[in-house]
Each structure stands twice: as structure tokens, then as C-alpha cells.
């Protein structure tokens, strides 16, 4: 069995990170799969995928993921796999459009992995969406609230899609060695509050730089990721005073070791689709907040600590109860990791091959 994942690029985000630590899973269970590219460039992301010698990596070499001709770069590879998974927009357009040009018979699987995209609220995206969509034998929704969202805009009946959450690999993040805080030139006695995620619009890192504000001198923030609106958070960090207290650590593929030295794990986001790093703070050994959004609220509830979407004020009084209460702050430890188990990867790599079998 013949599998090609493709993706827009390796640059940064759930979907990129989730294809780097699957690939090496699935060739282990003896699934053939590589990964397709519009956009080459050696991130991060890339090199370490490149790093495992699981699976082959192609590039169509463009520099702009919105360039139609991938639609006719593709077609040669539709006739090299028996499935190919598709993950983001927009990408998911040009596999289908490929497909009806070339007339193949490959299986098309798409993953959706949000719960909010623009295309959801334009009148004339909605019917191409309708379209596109069908050209997919599968729609994968991590969520079931992302399965209701996909049916009621698309139209298509519940057997075309599949409910198989995100997981992450637990025991990577539960076992991994912290760095010593003075590698990031702090003391010993400082509290690192740490969040992974990219500087999109979403993301909302902005909530969480103004806590500090709230929040006593010892209290350190890590910033991991990278994006267009990274430069506004800092511009934030300079205009709050707060550089000696704020450090942006970019694009990083030792995430388990950043988590595992952090005191708390935070993420701010307005929405989510189904959150690996939410997931992964919770496998960390430490207390996971997060906004009670859609996306987050339903992973984390009940095990981590949600607060007001935007609230800076209420989320740094809830770091606070946490730095001062042990007893409150091993309690949230235990239920984060407990959660997050429920999410391991194993989990969903042996539904993925399933429905892979089934379609074959």
C-alpha cells in the first residue's frame, strides 16, 4: 500500500508538525508513504523529517503556495500511489482539480483540521467547497465539532467523513530532559510560562504578553513559533517594557525539552481545530492553560485550566493560584496528564491505516 501525504510546505503549524512525527510511525507499521510539497524550502520542520530516512520527500519547488500550475505538477503523482491524504487549503483544491483533469482512479483522503477558515463564510467559496469536497473519498474531521460544521456546509452525508482525533506522541513529551533556565539566561528561581504555536491570527499571543504585566518580576515568558504577526508581538513586548521578562525562541524542533523545562504551558487562542499543542502541554508534566474556545475547551475542560478568551487579567490571576498553591498545581498536573494519554498517537495511526485498508 502506497501512500503520498500532501501538503503545502514544512514551514510551521499542527498539520506540518503532525506529518514529521507520523511519517517514521506508518513506515514502521509497513504503510509505504512519502510527502509532496508545493513549497520545498528546507525549514526547521523539514530538516528533521528529512533527518528520520522514513519515507521520500518531493518538491514542486514553487514559491508561492497559491500558484495553479501545481494543478499540472501534481497530476504525475497521482499515478504513483494507491491514496494520497491531503492536509490545508490550498492544496486541497488543486489534488482534486488534478485528479479530473488526469481522469486517475487514486483514492483521495482530506484531513480537516479546523474548525474556522474564511471559505466558511463566503457565499461563493461555499459552492466550490461543495465540489472540491466531493472530489474526496474521505473527509477526516478531527473533531466532532468539525465533522457537524464540514456537513452542514458541504452537504454530504455522514459516511463520507471520519471521526479520528489528533494525537501526539505522550510519552516523548512526558520523558523528555528540560533544559537548565540559564540556558535562556534566567535564574533557577524563575517561573518560565511557555507557549508553542505560530504567529497567525488565531493565536492571540498577544493576551498572554500583557499578564506579565499582573504578574511579579520572576515570572519569565517563552514565545515558540514564528509568523506575520510576530513582529506586532514584539513591538507589544518593547512598548510594555517587558524584554528582560520576554523571549521569542522562533521556529524550534525541540519542543519537548521547552515544555518540559517550563512551570506552566499557556495557549491563548480564539479558536482552534483540534489542538496538538494543547495536547502536548497536557502530556509535559506541568499545568496546561488555555482559552475556552472551540477547539480548546473541549480537549481541555475537566483536566486543565480554561479562562476568558482575551481576559489578561483573569488569566494571570490563574497563573498566580497555580505558582502559590502546590496542592492546586500538582492536582492540574495529574489531570493534564491523564487527558493527554487519552490522546496518544498510536491511537491514531492504526484508525488512519484502517480506513487506508478500507478504501484500497
Same mark, same amino acid.
Not at 290 to 318: C, R, Y
Given at each position: 500500500?502506497?501512500?503520498?501525504?500532501?501538503?503545502?510546505?514544512?514551514?510551521?503549524?499542527?498539520?506540518?508538525?503532525?506529518?514529521?512525527?507520523?511519517?517514521?510511525?506508518?513506515?514502521?507499521?509497513?504503510?509505504?508513504?512519502? #510527502?509532496?510539497?508545493?513549497?520545498?524550502?528546507?525549514?526547521?520542520?523539514?530538516?528533521?523529517?528529512?533527518?528520520?530516512?522514513?519515507?521520500?520527500?518531493?518538491?514542486?519547488?514553487?514559491?508561492?503556495?497559491?500558484?495553479?500550475? %501545481?494543478?499540472?505538477?501534481?497530476?504525475?503523482?497521482?499515478?504513483?500511489?494507491?491514496?494520497?491524504? =491531503?492536509?490545508?487549503?490550498? #492544496?486541497?483544491?488543486?489534488?482534486?482539480?488534478? *485528479?479530473?483533469?488526469?481522469?486517475?482512479?487514486?483514492?483521495?483522503?482530506?484531513?480537516?483540521?479546523?474548525?474556522?477558515?474564511?471559505?466558511?463564510?463566503?457565499?461563493?467559496?461555499?459552492?466550490?467547497?461543495?465540489?472540491?469536497?466531493?472530489?474526496?473519498?474521505?473527509?477526516?474531521?478531527?473533531?466532532?465539532?468539525?465533522?457537524?460544521?464540514?456537513?452542514?456546509?458541504?452537504?454530504?452525508?455522514?459516511?463520507?467523513?471520519?471521526?479520528?482525533?489528533?494525537?501526539?506522541?505522550?510519552?516523548?513529551?512526558?520523558?523528555?530532559?528540560?533544559?537548565?533556565?540559564?540556558?535562556?539566561?534566567?535564574?533557577?528561581?524563575?517561573?518560565?510560562?511557555?507557549?508553542?504555536?505560530?504567529?497567525?491570527?488565531?493565536?492571540?499571543?498577544?493576551?498572554?504578553?500583557?499578564?506579565?504585566?499582573?504578574?511579579?518580576?520572576?515570572? *519569565?515568558?517563552?514565545?515558540?513559533?514564528?509568523?506575520?504577526?510576530?513582529?506586532?508581538?514584539?513591538?507589544? #513586548?518593547? *512598548?510594555?517594557?517587558?524584554?528582560?521578562?520576554?523571549?521569542?525562541?522562533? =521556529?524550534?524542533?525541540?519542543?519537548?525539552?521547552?515544555?518540559?523545562?517550563?512551570?506552566?504551558?499557556?495557549?491563548?487562542?480564539?479558536?482552534?481545530?483540534?489542538?496538538?499543542?494543547?495536547?502536548?502541554?497536557? %502530556?509535559?508534566?506541568?499545568?496546561?492553560?488555555?482559552?475556552? =474556545?472551540?477547539?480548546?475547551?473541549?480537549? =481541555?475542560?475537566?483536566?486543565?485550566?480554561?479562562?476568558?478568551?482575551?481576559?489578561?487579567?483573569?488569566?494571570?490571576?490563574?497563573?498566580?493560584?497555580?505558582?502559590?498553591?502546590?496542592?492546586?498545581?500538582?492536582? #492540574?498536573?495529574?489531570?493534564?496528564?491523564?487527558?493527554?494519554?487519552?490522546?496518544?498517537?498510536?491511537?491514531?495511526?492504526?484508525?488512519?491505516?484502517?480506513?487506508?485498508?478500507?478504501?484500497?
Amino acid at each position: 500500500m502506497k501512500i503520498l501525504s500532501v501538503i503545502n510546505s514544512l514551514a510551521t503549524g499542527g498539520a506540518e508538525k503532525l506529518i514529521i512525527e507520523t511519517l517514521p510511525l506508518y513506515c514502521g507499521k509497513g504503510v509505504e508513504m512519502d #510527502v509532496l510539497l508545493l513549497d520545498g524550502t528546507h525549514y526547521p520542520f523539514y530538516k528533521k523529517l528529512e533527518s528520520s530516512n522514513t519515507g521520500k520527500i518531493f518538491s514542486l519547488g514553487l514559491k508561492s503556495v497559491y500558484n495553479p500550475i %501545481a494543478i499540472i505538477k501534481i497530476i504525475p503523482f497521482l499515478k504513483k500511489y494507491d491514496i494520497v491524504h =491531503v492536509h490545508l487549503f490550498p #492544496v486541497q483544491y488543486f489534488v482534486v482539480l488534478a *485528479k479530473w483533469l488526469s481522469f486517475s482512479k487514486t483514492k483521495l483522503i482530506f484531513t480537516e483540521h479546523s474548525t474556522s477558515n474564511r471559505r466558511l463564510k463566503n457565499k461563493l467559496f461555499k459552492i466550490f467547497d461543495k465540489y472540491i469536497y466531493k472530489g474526496y473519498s474521505k473527509i477526516i474531521c478531527i473533531t466532532e465539532e468539525i465533522q457537524v460544521i464540514i456537513l452542514a456546509h458541504t452537504g454530504l452525508s455522514k459516511n463520507r467523513t471520519a471521526l479520528i482525533l489528533n494525537g501526539v506522541p505522550v510519552s516523548e513529551y512526558n520523558q523528555a530532559v528540560p533544559f537548565d533556565k540559564a540556558e535562556f539566561k534566567f535564574e533557577s528561581t524563575d517561573k518560565l510560562l511557555l507557549q508553542v504555536s505560530s504567529f497567525q491570527e488565531p493565536k492571540d499571543q498577544k493576551t498572554l504578553i500583557k499578564t506579565l504585566i499582573h504578574l511579579p518580576n520572576y515570572v *519569565k515568558l517563552l514565545l515558540v513559533g514564528d509568523g506575520v504577526l510576530k513582529l506586532e508581538s514584539e513591538t507589544l #513586548v518593547k *512598548k510594555l517594557q517587558l524584554e528582560k521578562r520576554v523571549l521569542f525562541l522562533g =521556529v524550534r524542533t525541540d519542543v519537548p525539552r521547552l515544555l518540559k523545562t517550563a512551570d506552566i504551558i499557556v495557549l491563548s487562542s480564539k479558536y482552534e481545530g483540534m489542538s496538538l499543542s494543547s495536547i502536548e502541554g497536557m %502530556a509535559s508534566g506541568n499545568p496546561f492553560l488555555a482559552s475556552n =474556545v472551540p477547539g480548546l475547551s473541549e480537549i =481541555v475542560s475537566g483536566a486543565g485550566v480554561l479562562f476568558t478568551l482575551g481576559d489578561d487579567k483573569e488569566l494571570a490571576q490563574k497563573i498566580n493560584e497555580l505558582l502559590v498553591d502546590e496542592k492546586l498545581y500538582q492536582s #492540574v498536573v495529574t489531570s493534564c496528564e491523564v487527558r493527554a494519554n487519552q490522546y496518544d498517537i498510536k491511537n491514531m495511526i492504526a484508525q488512519h491505516i484502517a480506513l487506508y485498508e478500507s478504501l484500497v
